[in-house]
């Protein structure tokens, strides 16, 4: 099967080579680089023939315990021939290095999570990371200095990998990537911000090309007038998409409201609320399955739609329900009621969301990462809390057994005891009169102190805990959490797009003619259709785009802006075709043309990187610096004898 996948994959890049368009870049070592154009059809054997290599330098080259600082300070291991070395490791291919190293990072974080000497591979993960922010730093100075233009190929392009299994990987980016390790020193970069910051301003836009090739390329307008400005293709421009979906869930607000001013039977109203929530909905579990499940996008906000969503489907559920009871009219009131209080407690939820205007600002930016960091952390907290309440639950319900008599409604009234001693409003009566006395009471007080004592301050510390490691390092979190967040609305990328709850229209009534429909029909059909259903944005997005971006005004409001362990690492090289890990040839169809890896041997690479020394060696060798040999000091004391001398003949 994995000779099929080969094969397949050779077929397609064969089917491409038309694409690949190669410029030589300016380098150090005047040797031949070439830059990697956004449409450049990459193979999956190639990509995975560089992450080997690069890893096995790095794992060859830090290969003993060094301090940190030695790789974080400029004047560190990291110099710029180190840098450019790296650079060079990836011989015709040197735009994919940045994500083959954060690739290899990755390979290093699982081996710590494995226990497989964690030191050193946490610093090896780290030097991967500060080495691919520096590539991308060298690489775009290169290019500037030849063509007086930033590049963005070598953190926007996806490049696709193949898996230990022998399987490809979804195609993801060094952005991507970076996003997904949470990568705060890379992503703080200055070249990582003005990428993101393209891609969110709509400067570089997404593109779809054959075989569901999807890249970036910059945004040309030929016509600068008002009305060539009005293109529906502009609301796939993330801060378009985002501000347009604010302005509509703000529509959405509105009618949530009119639909629970009173407690009445189905009106227009609550059919509009319907249509709104199936279309948040559809557009959620749309981008959660894109993007390969909600680990993959897990945020503050994520957490925030699902809850709306288990909500609005559970109220969904229990109003059909009632319905279906109808002939019941007490039941179906029943239904109809619950439905309706289900319905009312989401409310805080969809206010929470208007939040997301001020989250450009840093301040509010930094404490949605604090928020979600404090929800992590108080995971073990709960999952403690939960054990000791069932613990003490079961204790209260055999107490109020032994007489023979239960309480009424004893679980409720147990719950509602140990919840409200939690939240430090204890009830020391209740279990003295109903469980026992005095058991019951003194089952309590050892539950009372152990979670108001203990467990409370263990939450409080965990979230003490968060809150400093976030703001102590604000400006980076948050310029990493810039681009998660355009990251999150480019990841599962859509070329017509339909927000929601308009995205119905296209699931019910356009998307089923694609595949019947000519390629250029179907697009036609969907410029009509967004044209007329989101005339207002567009309009408003071309007022913009034509008196106010660019301006003065706008450039003030931008300050915002499983995988290899060491086994798994083998068995990728041995289903890729790759002998040599160090100097990986690929041969066949899928062979770039005129692209070649290992241009620099690899031994050549490694003689040109500092030499790594650990702490220990380090001090010796400083120790041995500081011995002065029996020579020196027969030289020194004849030296003193005689300006002894000296002196007492000055004292005669």
């Known amino acids: 099967m994995a000779e099929e996948g080969l094969a397949a994959n050779s077929t397609a890049a064969a089917a491409n080579q038309e694409a690949v368009v190669i410029h030589p870049t300016a380098s150090k070592q005047q040797q031949k680089r070439v830059q990697v154009e956004s449409?450049?059809?990459?193979?999956?054997?190639?990509?995975?023939g560089l992450i080997l290599r690069v890893r096995t330098l790095v794992q060859e080259w830090l290969s003993v315990e060094v301090e940190e600082e030695s790789l974080t300070s400029a004047e560190g291991l990291l110099t710029e021939e180190a840098v450019d070395t790296f650079l060079a490791a990836g011989g015709d291919l040197g735009d994919v290095v940045p994500f083959a190293l954060l690739e290899a990072r990755k390979t290093f974080k699982r081996q710590v999570d494995d226990g497989d000497d964690g030191n050193l591979n946490d610093l090896r993960a780290l030097a991967c990371e500060i080495l691919a922010r520096r590539v991308v730093a060298l690489i775009e100075a290169n290019t500037?200095?030849?063509?007086?233009?930033?590049?963005?190929?070598?953190?926007?392009?996806?490049?696709v990998r193949l898996e230990e299994d022998?399987?490809?990987?979804?195609?993801?980016?060094?952005?991507?990537?970076?996003?997904?390790?949470?990568?705060?020193?890379?992503?703080?970069?200055?070249?990582?911000?003005?990428?993101?910051e393209e891609i969110w301003q709509g400067k570089l836009v997404q593109k779809f090309g054959e075989h569901r090739n999807v890249f970036f390329e910059p945004h040309h307008i030929n016509d600068a007038s008002f009305i060539s400005r009005i293109n529906p293709s502009r609301l796939s421009v993330p801060q378009y998409a985002y501000y347009s979906g604010?302005?509509?869930?703000?529509?959405?607000?509105?009618?949530?409201?009119?639909s629970t001013l009173e407690f009445t039977g189905l009106d227009a109203w609550e059919i509009v609320l319907w249509i709104f929530a199936a279309g948040y909905l559809v557009d959620d579990l749309t981008r959660w399955f894109k993007m390969g499940g909600l680990d993959k996008v897990i945020s503050f906000w994520v957490l925030v739609d699902l809850c709306s969503d288990i909500l609005f489907v559970a109220a969904f559920?229990?109003?059909?329900?009632g319905w279906i009871e109808g002939k019941?009219?007490?039941k179906a009131y029943h239904y109809r009621l619950l439905a309706f209080q289900l319905l009312s407690c989401i409310a805080p939820l969809l206010w929470m969301q208007l939040l997301k205007l001020a989250d450009g600002l840093q301040y509010f930016g930094v404490i949605q990462i604090v928020l979600l960091r404090m929800i992590k952390e108080a995971a073990a907290f709960f999952l403690l809390l939960l054990i000791t309440a069932v613990g003490y639950a079961q204790s209260l319900f055999a107490l109020d057994a032994a007489d023979g008599h239960r309480v009424k409604g004893s679980v409720s009234v147990i719950s509602n005891l140990l919840i409200q001693a939690i939240l430090g409003q204890p009830d020391f009566e209740g279990p003295n009169k109903k469980f026992g006395a005095p058991f019951g009471t003194i089952i309590f007080y050892f539950y009372t102190f152990i979670t108001v004592m203990l467990l409370a301050n263990?939450?409080?510390?965990?979230f003490a805990s968060a809150y400093d490691k976030t703001v102590d390092a604000a400006d980076s979190v948050f310029k990493a959490y810039f681009c998660s967040k355009v990251i999150a609305s480019v990841r599962a990328p859509d070329q017509y797009v339909y927000l929601a709850p308009f995205n119905l229209l296209e699931a019910f009534l356009i998307a089923p003619f694609e595949p019947i429909l000519p390629r250029k029909v179907y697009a036609t059909i969907n410029k009509y259709v967004q044209g007329v259903i989101f005339f207002i944005p567009l309009i408003v997005i071309a007022f913009y785009e034509s008196n106010w971006q660019g301006s003065a005004a706008h450039r003030i409001y931008l300050e915002m802006i499983d995988d290899m362990p060491e086994e798994r690492v083998r068995k990728l090289a041995n289903v890729s075709g790759i002998s040599n890990v160090k100097d990986p040839v690929i041969e066949g169809e899928e062979q770039q043309e005129n692209a070649v890896i290992s241009r620099t041997p690899f031994k050549q690479l490694a003689s040109k990187l500092p030499s790594v020394k650990s702490g220990s060696e380090?001090?010796?060798?400083?120790?041995?610096d500081q011995t002065v040999s029996n020579t020196d000091l027969a030289a020194l004391m004849s030296e003193l004898k005689a300006l002894r001398s000296e002196i007492a003949a000055l004292k005669k």
């Open 618 to 624: 380090e001090k010796e060798e400083s120790n041995g």
């Open 328 to 330: 019941d009219a007490e």
């Open 317 to 321: 559920s229990v109003r059909i329900t």
């Open 166 to 196: 022998g399987d490809e990987a979804q195609p993801s980016s060094a952005l991507e990537s970076a996003v997904d390790q949470n990568c705060v020193y890379f992503l703080s970069g200055p070249e990582a911000q003005r990428c993101a």
């Open 39 to 48: 449409r450049t059809v990459i193979s999956s054997r190639n990509v995975t």
């Open 246 to 258: 604010l302005a509509i869930h703000i529509a959405f607000i509105v009618i949530y409201t009119f």
């Open 458 to 462: 263990i939450l409080v510390a965990f």
């Open 144 to 159: 500037t200095s030849n063509t007086g233009q930033h590049s963005h190929v070598s953190l926007s392009k996806r490049f």
